[in-house]
């Protein structure tokens, strides 16, 4: 599949981006980027490190502001928008950044309470429940909601941040290198757990990573960003099969194979 299909808009698009450009001083990031998440897929961006993933992925949480271009999420043109407008927007979406960005004084549960304590009238025994209930959800054990992230292994913590991101029972997932720093056994789980997540609660999810397993075991369709472009998009049976020297390096080199292999010996 070619990054024109991937650019074609539908009715069931979550996030559609069209000509997106993005600069710091002389250095393009982005170069007429265009790309559609559909509703209920879990969609990954990929790329090498500093192309412009993450970037991508703060513009489309109007966090950072493009050059020029088009982001629209639930219909609704997020560049330029204010924090006062996308604030109805932010409680349809939940977000898990790289590093968790946990509140390190707070306790797990505190963490996910917090965000419902902000954006709901909630009273404390119901948060205290909803923030329980979102716990048990990520796989976390029952006592982990009274311990501090310092408290936690790295994979608890993910899962944690995960808690937290689904507090507010959002519509949409953005996940950022959900399984970066984590040990393979870690990694494997939080593969198992995107899926889950996106099966029993019926999310969209965009995640930008790294991660050839976990592209393998859990995303539906792929971008593959580099160069300012998408180079190409589809499954990832489509892309490994690409003739593009830019795809195809980064798909078949040793992780890469790899990764494809392991993949296939499970179907």
Request: aromatic share 4%; with cysteine; charged share 25%.
């Amino acid at each position: 599949m070619s990054s024109a299909d991937l650019s074609a808009p539908g009715n069931d698009a979550v996030i559609d981006i069209r000509g997106l450009n993005t600069r710091f001083g002389a250095a393009v990031v982005h170069e007429n980027v265009n790309l559609s998440v559909r509703r209920g897929e879990i969609f990954a961006l990929v790329g090498a490190s500093g192309c412009g993933k993450s970037t991508l992925l703060r513009e489309t949480l109007v966090l950072q502001k493009p050059v020029a271009g088009s982001i629209r999420v639930f219909g609704h043109e997020v560049v330029g928008m204010n924090d006062a407008d996308a604030l109805p927007l932010r409680r349809r979406w939940g977000v898990m950044f790289e590093r968790g960005a946990l509140f390190s004084a707070l306790t797990v549960k505190d963490n996910v309470g917090m965000v419902l304590r902000e954006h709901t009238p909630l009273g404390p025994a119901l948060i205290a429940e909803i923030a329980a209930l979102k716990i048990a959800l990520t796989g976390l054990p029952a006592d982990a909601g009274a311990k501090y992230p310092s408290e936690l292994s790295g994979g608890m913590r993910k899962r944690a941040a995960l808690a937290r991101a689904i507090a507010l029972d959002p519509e949409l997932l953005l996940l950022d290198e959900p399984t970066a720093g984590l040990d393979p056994l870690s990694a494997s789980g939080i593969d198992e757990l995107v899926r889950q997540m996106r099966d029993a609660l019926g999310l969209t999810i965009m995640m930008v990573t790294h991660d050839l397993d976990l592209l393998w075991r859990a995303a539906d369709r792929v971008a593959v960003l580099g160069d300012g472009h998408i180079l190409g998009t589809g499954t990832m049976n489509e892309l490994s099969g690409s003739t593009d020297p830019l795809i195809r390096e980064y798909f078949y080199g040793p992780r890469g194979r790899a990764a494809r292999e392991q993949a296939w010996k499970k179907k």
